[in-house]
């Protein structure tokens, strides 16, 4: 079979432990630039102290000697190159897209920022200042409490039991943590740990001189992350939360479920599985929102994650008296996975969509980029792309039947329920 990531890459480890893939591209002109540090939510393990990854995504535009705010945001300018940055529970990325032209200043000015990060204990002050008003704006969204809630029941002892922007009560007192904030720089932001990933009109050759040019003198770290493996789910657990205002309620239902693999079928079933059952085409989401209209909202996914995550089932559902009949059919819908055979030809459809689905995401430069970024997280190579892809293609029947009996089960299960007026 045709691997799914068309494109030729070189991927390349600096003697820094820095890594380079390089992926040359026929669309003209557009470079786009993707730095991934493998650190997270997941990496915050100390007590008190969670949120700092986040943080490090505003922190990293404060500037270097060489490259102040105020010359940084102008050479961006000048060169017509859209920029940003996110944080996730395993990476932090940052993402610019330039012409072709602006190659090698576009990459000594991120290589500078990434070894010589200045900032005061004022600016860190200010910027940790800016996350609690972003964090207080987001706690005004249902849905981000809902997710918030659900994380806290459904993980002991491991950092994902927090997103990525922390706890509150962190988050409150990180102006006070500026000694902190330097130990983490220098644990996590470092060569071994970050991927450069190049994609667009140039060449290998040309991507390996710049990069080691720029980034081969970075300094290797020596942290060691000692990252906690959660307990198993003592479940079935059921939380319920109070909105203090007038909204639809909101229900997720969630099954821990393993960590992201491309050496075995689970990861690619429980994504052929949030398809067949949970999807826009699903039977289910016809009968919930189509037909009998419950629901406004509703969906279910796997998300990849580096250790066991979570499988979750989302409904905003117009009515609270009908929250317990969205379970009923919720848990009937399990069953059938559990129990009845999934038509061949279907899931041979299934799996030619999904398919096709990421292809066409393959459609320009930066989109490409992107991609990989997300994969990179998880195991540093676009190989892991091909590699899950030809997990799809060979998933049966049986393997769904499998997965849906081994982590579908009360045991693994955890429901938070926001409601106003609780």
């Not at 730095?35 to 100390?46: D, H, P, Q, W, Y």
């Not at 059919?329 to 279907?346: H, L, N």
Request: one cysteine or more; glycine letters at 4%.
């Amino acid at each position: 079979m045709t691997k799914v990531f068309p494109f030729a890459y070189d991927q390349r480890d600096l003697p820094n432990g820095l890594r380079l893939i390089t992926v040359p591209l026929k669309f003209p002109h557009i470079v786009a630039l993707y730095i991934v540090v493998n650190v997270g939510s997941r990496n915050e393990t100390e007590e008190g102290k969670s949120g700092f990854a986040h943080l490090f995504e505003h922190m990293m535009f404060r500037g270097t000697e060489a490259y102040p705010p105020e010359r940084y945001d102008a050479v961006l300018k000048q060169a017509g190159a859209a920029q940003n940055a996110y944080t996730d529970d395993d990476l932090t990325a940052y993402h610019t897209t330039f012409t072709r032209e602006d190659l090698e200043a576009i990459v000594a000015m991120e290589a500078d920022r990434f070894q010589n990060l200045q900032y005061a204990e004022e600016a860190f002050r200010t910027e940790a200042r800016a996350v609690l008003a972003e964090y207080n704006k987001d706690s005004a969204e249902p849905f981000h409490l809902l997710h918030e809630k659900l994380r806290e029941a459904a993980f002991e002892r491991h950092p994902y039991q927090h997103t990525t922007m922390g706890f509150l009560r962190d988050v409150e007192r990180m102006p006070e943590l500026y000694e902190f904030s330097r130990d983490f720089h220098r644990r996590y932001y470092r060569p071994e740990r970050t991927t450069i990933i190049l994609a667009g009109d140039l060449t290998v050759e040309e991507s390996r001189v710049i990069v080691e040019r720029h980034w081969g003198e970075w300094e290797r770290g020596d942290y060691e992350d000692a990252i906690p493996v959660a307990p198993p789910l003592r479940g079935p657990i059921d939380v319920t939360v109070d909105w203090p205002s007038a909204t639809m309620p909101l229900l997720q239902i969630a099954y821990c479920t393993p960590a992201y693999s491309d050496a075995s079928p689970v990861s690619a079933s429980l994504d052929v599985l949030s398809y067949l059952y949970f999807s826009e085409t699903s039977a289910l989401y016809e009968d919930l929102v189509l037909k009998e209209q419950i629901c406004d909202h509703f969906f279910g996914m796997n998300s990849d994650h580096i250790d066991p995550y979570l499988y979750v089932i989302t409904a905003r559902v117009k009515d609270a008296s009908r929250i317990d009949e969205v379970k009923r059919k919720v848990a009937a819908t399990i069953i059938a996975m559990q129990t009845e055979p999934v038509d061949e030809r279907r899931l041979e459809i299934v799996k030619k969509h999904l398919r096709y689905a990421f292809a066409m995401r393959m459609d320009q430069t930066e989109g490409i980029a992107g991609l990989l970024a997300r994969y990179v997280a998880l195991r540093r190579t676009p190989e892991t792309i091909n590699e899950l892809y030809e997990q799809y293609a060979r998933v049966s029947a049986e393997d769904l039947r499998r997965a849906a009996r081994e982590y579908f089960v009360e045991a693994n299960r955890v429901t938070v329920e926001l409601r106003y007026g609780v």
